[in-house]
């Protein structure tokens, strides 16, 4: 889906025609999240966010599990696998899977670290444990009560924040945020801006950690890519970051093409955006999810090598204080014993 204009300016009139299915839909939420989940037998940390759509969770994902292979740990993602056909629960294989099988993060991510997809939360993690995990990374499902979670950390755009506060359909929020708050352990702010200041108050008020990141754009990449002019289309929940990153990276966006979250590309879409490119003199560019996406879709693949991905990574401000709370938290967990 592509984000309504209203969920992130002030409440509209529509936010307020929309209230009474957003109260339905907050109070459903909130009496699930307050489910109990079954254990993993391994620490479980969930990486998620408040609101529908993109924060950068993916690479908050994969900056975590390098931080715990360093730490001696052996980590797996589990991933509902949003966007692919197969259920699971399975490990993901990048020459055997596609982003139609298993979803675009996931098959990104299974570059990195190992990733369990399951639409069953607690099969995929039983998975991951027999497969050697020593922790699990939830990517996403903080407000899924079915496994129960060591560490909810949330990761939160400084520009956008939670947009303006109101449950779906008002609103990006997934349930109400005082108990969204509540379940919060921890809070990563990514980028520049003021729109996250007031929870990241909130949290600190709580006596929780809250650790500012950015993400970095590989620097041969860059060196690539600047005063280049180019043709740059995404579709992932917030394409409006995107493009900027690209401009405040010194990359001339000459145009942009915007397509749904998740959108499946068909053929027809390739072929005319690398046609545009091609006829305008532009580089094609796209993101690592767009372009893992076009890549493994055996009708799409031809064209791989004409777009080129851009690949961020996490860069947390203060690296070792986040490390130093994984440890501590590792240490409160019963019946673990460090590696």
Known sequence: MREPGFWYGSPSPLSWLLWPFAKIYGAITERRMSRPG????????????????GAGK???????????????????????????RLRGPLLVDRVRHTAGDVGDEPLMMASRVPVVVSRDRPAGAALARSEGASVILLDDGF??????????????????????????????????????????DALIVIGQ?????????KISAQGKSVLRA?????????????GRRVLAFAGIGDPARFFTTLRTCGIDVAEERIFPDHHPFTRAEIELVVSDAADQGLLLVTTEKDFVRIASTP???GWADQITPFAVTLEIGDEAALRGYLADRFAKIQGYETL
């Open 38 to 53: 079954v254990s993993a037998g391994i620490p479980v940390f969930c990486v998620g966010n408040y609101h529908l759509g």
């Open 193 to 201: 801006g003021r729109g996250a200041d007031d929870i990241a108050d």
């Open 143 to 184: 407000q899924n009560p079915a496994l129960i979670k060591d560490i909810s950390l949330i990761v939160i755009d400084g520009m956008r924040g939670v947009g303006n506060g109101l449950v779906f359909p008002s609103g990006p929020l997934r349930a109400p945020l005082a108990s969204q708050l509540a379940r919060t």
């Open 214 to 226: 950015v993400l970095v754009p590989d620097r041969d990449l860059l060196k690539h890519l600047r």
């Open 299 to 301: 009708a799409l693949a």
């Open 58 to 84: 993916t690479p908050t994902t994969l900056a975590l599990a390098k931080i715990l292979t360093g730490m001696g740990e052996r980590p797996f993602v589990v991933s509902r696998g949003y966007g692919g």
